[in-house]
C-alpha cells in the first residue's frame, strides 16, 4: 500500500485509499487530524498556510514553532491513555514525536507505516481478502461489529487505542 501522505487520516479516508481510490483532500486537511473529545491536532508547516497551499506536500517542512511534537503526544495520551491498546502503539509513537524528522511526508509516513505495522497490515490484509471472498457472511459480519465500534470521521488513532489490530476491519471494503 502506498502512504497518502496525511496526519493520522480518518478511517474514512484510509479505507477510500485502500479500495483503490485517490482520496481526494484540500492541502490544510492533510496536516490535521480530529481526535476524540473533538480536539483538532495540526502540524505546523514551516512558511504556515501559505506554504502548504502553494507547495506540494513532498516539499513541505516541520515547523520548530513551539513543542507541538511533545503536545501532539500528550493529547493522545489524555484522550486515548484508558484505551486497550494505547499501552502497546503508544511507545512506537513516542519515539517519533520524540524526534520527528523534518519532512512532512517522512513524519506523516513514519506515523503511518507505524499504524500499519500495528496492525501486522501485509499479513493480515490479504487473509481478509481472502475471508471476504470465501465466507462473506462471516467477513461481513466481524466487519461491522467493528464498524459499530468506530467513528469514521475521526483519526485511525481513535480505533487503534480502541480496538487494537482489529481496526484493519474497517479499512476493509464492505460488501
Known amino acids: 500500500m ?4 496525511a496526519y493520522a487520516p480518518p478511517l474514512g479516508l484510509w479505507s477510500a485509499a ?3 481510490g485517490k482520496p481526494m483532500m484540500e492541502p490544510r486537511s492533510r496536516t490535521r487530524t480530529l481526535i476524540a473529545g473533538g480536539r483538532l491536532l495540526t502540524v505546523p508547516v514551516a512558511g504556515g498556510s501559505g506554504a502548504v497551499k502553494r507547495m506540494p506536500p513532498e516539499s513541505w517542512l516541520l515547523s520548530d514553532h513551539g513543542r507541538w511534537p511533545h503536545n501532539h503526544f500528550e493529547a493522545l495520551r489524555a ?4 484505551t486497550p491498546y494505547f499501552v502497546h502503539l503508544a511507545p512506537h509513537l513516542e519515539a517519533i514525536y ?3 524528522p523534518r519532512s512532512f511526508m517522512e513524519f506523516a509516513g513514519s506515523v503511518e507505516r507505524e499504524m500499519l505495522a500495528f496492525m501486522r497490515f501485509d499479513e493480515s490484509w490479504p487473509m481478509l481478502l481472502e475471508l471476504r471472498e470465501k465466507n462473506p457472511a462471516l467477513y461481513s459480519a466481524l466487519r461491522s461489529e467493528r464498524a459499530a465500534q468506530a467513528d469514521f470521521s475521526l483519526s485511525a488513532f481513535d480505533a487503534l487505542f480502541r480496538l487494537g489490530p482489529e481496526t484493519i476491519f474497517l479499512l476493509a471494503p464492505p460488501l
Open 2 to 5: 502506498g502512504l497518502i501522505c
Open 18 to 20: 485502500l479500495s483503490g
Open 79 to 82: 484522550a486515548y491513555g484508558r
Open 98 to 100: 520524540a524526534a520527528p
